[in-house]
């Protein structure tokens, strides 16, 4: 709680010891640094939580069948929606310090990326073997996507859903879709 709420940097190991009800010096038994407290945290969060939610999540969205990519991208943002709404706090943490990191970033990169682009690559290939996109390397196709894809799902869940915020979101979805099917059209 409260690396989500300070971030990494802006947290003490003294006021993370109030928190759980410890001494501070409870914590240093068991951690050597605050980083590892940290990476004791995140890093068995994303291989037992997350790699495999990310993946069974991911897997359903990419075991179908779609007609269209732009089918595709529909439910697979739909899935990245309700899958940041069900764990925004971790998602912060991760943000916030994986570009500080690099034993996370590895973690990152070998437990989730590898297998979500072997899959994504697939739905790509097809599109591509029946003349509906862009030869492009699957790897392009997947960060154009994902970059925009993400972008539309962060900026809805910290602006579009707050009181007030003016957000058509059914406009901003189907922009994001049209453009990513306008740039990787054949």
């Known amino acids: 709680e409260v690396f989500a709420e300070k971030g990494y940097a802006a947290s003490s190991t003294s006021e993370i010891a109030q928190r759980a009800g410890v001494a ?12 590892d407290l940290l990476l004791s945290i995140v890093t068995p969060a994303m291989i037992k939580v997350i790699a495999p939610f ?7 969205v990419l075991k ?11 439910e697979l943002i739909e899935n990245r929606i309700e899958f940041l709404d069900k764990n925004k706090r971790l998602f912060k943490i991760v943000v916030q310090e994986l570009p500080f990191h690099p034993d996370l970033q590895e973690q990152v990169q070998h437990v989730v990326l590898a297998r ?19 030869p492009l390397p699957s790897t392009t196709v997947i960060r154009l996507s994902a970059s925009a894809v993400m972008g ?32 990787l059209a054949p």
Not at 24 to 35: A, D, M
Not at 117 to 130: L, T
């Open 24 to 35: 501070e010096g409870t914590i240093f038994r068991h951690y050597k640094t605050k980083k």
């Open 54 to 60: 990310v993946l069974r999540e991911f897997g359903d």
């Open 64 to 74: 179908k069948d779609y007609a269209s990519y732009d089918q595709f991208l529909r």
């Open 116 to 134: 979500v682009m072997e899959r994504f690559g697939k739905v790509i290939a097809k599109f591509q073997a029946e003349g509906k996109m862009l």
């Open 152 to 183: 539309y799902v962060l900026a809805r869940a910290f602006y579009g859903t707050r009181e007030g915020a003016n957000w058509d979101d059914e406009l901003e979805r189907e922009a994001t879709i049209s453009f990513i099917m306008r740039g």
